[in-house]
């Protein structure tokens, strides 16, 4: 099944099994969503579920966030993840925090699903990463699956959690196809994947890196070193565990993200195995990240700006040196 057919099957699942999970967002009607993930759900569940919204994110995530609150569960869907900045007061102050504020009497179970990341010529404006802004914010979760199965699986319990879920979706992994269980199928969140298993340096990394990232190790195995790829999956809520194990048995630490090295999220795992491991560590961790720059539109700088698969084997062997 290819990515967005697994995510499209997920929302008519759980669509089925709870009439109190509803969809909104630009164009998710008729054409069935930018990148297809709707495609069929209007005919089956109609046009009071399968919401058409004008273009205004901070109007479509302030309905959810009221629809939430009142009993729904709705399912947000933005087209690029560089326009949720339009939405960040209801996300940030609304969703995130009513939980919270109100003492655990209001719940707001709601999923924003939307993509972001670069390869497909978006330019500056639908190409940015900014997982890191989300996982800033106390009372937010963040998911980014690299697999079909791992998408079913994790929209599934995304929806069904009591608190507001960011799912972010790559947009070059829509058409990576993979097998993927048929009828239920749940991923819990906070749970990374060991993707490969290896020996010689730590590997952690998540969404389209992973894809990168395995081939890397397949090109490194062929010189005789064994790289362990960790998928986190989610990175709110965070497996610690599974990444100080795995940095305990390799004792070398490589962090693989697209979105802008600064403030990215691979410093804060880097910074928790600094801290909850240093004395395993045979080198010091490193992070390979995307460059302070917007993306650009050509396609040979586009590739130029973020992480390739050589450049993950050139850092591996500096960290093995």
């Known amino acids: 099944?290819?990515?967005?057919?697994?995510?499209?099957?997920?929302?008519?699942?759980?669509?089925?099994?709870?009439?109190?999970?509803?969809?909104?967002?630009?164009?998710?009607?008729e054409h069935g969503g930018a990148f297809q993930v709707t495609a069929g759900l209007l005919d089956k569940f109609g046009p009071t579920r399968i919401r058409q919204t004008p273009i205004s994110e901070l109007g479509i995530v302030g309905a959810a966030v009221g629809a939430a609150l009142t009993g729904l569960r709705p399912v947000v869907e933005l087209m690029y993840v560089d326009f949720s900045g339009l939405a960040m007061d209801q996300l940030v102050n609304q969703a995130a925090q009513n939980r919270f504020m109100f003492g655990g009497q209001a719940r707001v179970p709601m999923v924003m699903r939307t993509q972001g990341g670069s390869g497909r010529g978006n330019a500056a404006q639908h190409s940015k990463s900014l997982e890191a802004w989300f996982t800033h914010v106390a009372g937010l979760k963040v998911v980014m699956p690299s697999t079909p199965a791992d998408a079913k699986g994790l929209l599934t319990t995304a929806i069904r959690d009591d608190d507001p879920v960011i799912f972010l979706e790559h947009k070059l992994l829509y058409r990576t196809k993979?097998?993927?269980?048929?009828?239920?199928h749940l991923v819990?969140?906070?749970?990374?994947?060991?993707?490969?298993?290896?020996?010689?340096?730590?590997?952690v990394t998540w969404s389209r890196e992973v894809l990168f990232s395995?081939?890397?190790?397949?090109?490194?195995?062929?010189?005789?070193?064994?790289?362990?790829?960790?998928?986190?999956?989610?990175?709110?809520?965070?497996?610690?565990?599974?990444?100080?194990?795995?940095?305990?048995?390799?004792?070398r630490l490589l962090v693989v993200h697209e979105a802008i090295k600064r403030g990215g999220y691979g410093g804060e795992i880097a910074a928790m195995?600094?801290?909850?491991?240093?004395?395993?560590?045979?080198?010091?961790?490193?992070?390979?990240?995307?460059?302070?720059?917007?993306?650009?539109?050509?396609?040979?700088?586009?590739?130029?700006?973020?992480?390739?698969?050589?450049?993950?084997?050139?850092?591996?062997k500096e960290l093995l040196a």
């Open 1 to 29: 099944m290819f990515y967005n057919e697994a995510l499209g099957d997920a929302l008519r699942l759980e669509m089925e099994r709870d009439p109190r999970v509803i969809v909104l967002g630009e164009d998710i009607a």
């Open 178 to 184: 993979g097998q993927v269980p048929t009828g239920e």
């Open 188 to 203: 819990p969140l906070g749970e990374a994947d060991v993707k490969r298993a290896g020996t010689d340096l730590t590997i």
């Open 214 to 251: 395995l081939e890397a190790a397949e090109n490194l195995a062929a010189d005789g070193i064994e790289a362990e790829v960790i998928d986190l999956r989610s990175l709110v809520p965070l497996d610690r565990d599974a990444v100080l194990a795995s940095v305990r048995r390799t004792h």
């Open 273 to 316: 195995v600094a801290e909850d491991a240093f004395d395993d560590l045979d080198a010091p961790p490193r992070r390979l990240a995307g460059l302070e720059t917007p993306i650009p539109y050509a396609q040979h700088l586009e590739k130029s700006v973020v992480p390739q698969v050589n450049d993950i084997i050139r850092v591996a």
